[in-house]
């Protein structure tokens, strides 16, 4: 029950259409009911979506808290234009929360580029090589012989050899006939060698490109667990800092 102005849930029960307080069960209709009335200005917020979802905490945390302002007017006019002072500054907190990282990470670094590089190079070659040739020749020959040979014999050669050359005065002769035919083969074998060298030198111009991409993620030289609870420090209740921040636009007596 008010004592020096009016309740805010009586306000709520006004822009709902209702004409006497309701119980505890009907809260949450009345405040989705008035919202809209409640609220009849403009003021930034860092999602649409939360719109809604921040003026309603604001209403139940005050809603049996009586205003600091005599009128209903005055007291809307007060909380417009304490609600656009603070709001930029907690939209960034918001926007802040919803970065995502591994608290526990000491560093995340990532580098990509590109390496060029030219140079020149040169290939020199020395092949030398050795070839044998052997082969073998073989030749045939046919020899034919055809002789008469004597033989001459005296006993008392009165006239020396002179007479048995002269086939004088002789004991006895003997003349033999010879035919004789034959076939020969010579063979011969012969290692030819032959060598050759051959010397060439090659350049060329060479160019590179090279993509690289550098991840480096991870803790050093911290304890994880205290990263952690270092972590855990810096949770804000963005909304009750902004709930808290409206207080003052109510009576501090209750």
């Given amino acids: 029950m008010s004592k020096y102005t009016t309740e805010l849930r009586f306000i709520c029960e006004t822009y709902a259409g209702l004409s006497e307080s309701v119980g505890e069960n009907s809260i ?23 719109r809604a979802v921040l003026e309603r905490k604001i209403v139940m945390h005050y809603y049996t808290r009586e205003i600091g302002f005599e009128t209903v007017g005055r007291w809307k006019l007060a909380l417009n234009t304490k609600l656009n002072e603070i709001m930029p500054y907690y939209n960034k907190l918001y926007e802040s929360e919803l970065l995502e990282f591994n608290p526990l990470y000491t560093h995340n670094i990532t580098k990509t580029g590109n390496k060029t ?3 020149t190079s ?5 092949d030398t090589g050795s070839k044998d040739i052997q082969h073998n020749e073989t030749n045939n020959d046919v020899i034919t012989d055809n002789s008469t040979n004597y033989k001459l014999h005296s006993d008392t050669p009165q006239g020396g050899l002179t007479g048995v050359d002269s086939e004088t005065y002789l004991s006895d002769a003997t003349k033999t006939t010879v035919n004789e035919s034959r076939n ?6 012969i290692n030819d060698t ?3 060298t051959n010397n060439g030198t090659k350049n060329g111009n ?5 993509e690289y991409l550098e991840s480096v993620v991870g803790y050093e030289n911290k ?3 205290k990263s952690l609870q270092d972590y855990r420090d810096t949770f804000l209740n963005i909304d009750m800092m902004i709930i808290n921040d409206l207080n003052k636009l109510f009576m501090g007596i209750w």
Avoid at 28 to 50: C, M, R, W
Avoid at 122 to 126: H, K, L, P, V, W
Avoid at 206 to 210: D, I, K, L, R, S
């Fill in 28 to 50: 949450e209709n009345v405040i989705t009911n008035s919202l809209g009335k409640l609220f009849d200005f403009n003021f930034p917020i860092f999602d649409e979506s939360y």
């Fill in 117 to 119: 590089g030219q140079g």
């Fill in 122 to 126: 040169q290939q020199t070659t020395n």
């Fill in 184 to 189: 020969e083969s010579h063979g011969i074998h």
């Fill in 194 to 196: 032959t060598s050759t």
């Fill in 206 to 210: 060479t160019n590179t490109t090279e």
């Fill in 223 to 225: 304890n994880p667990s």
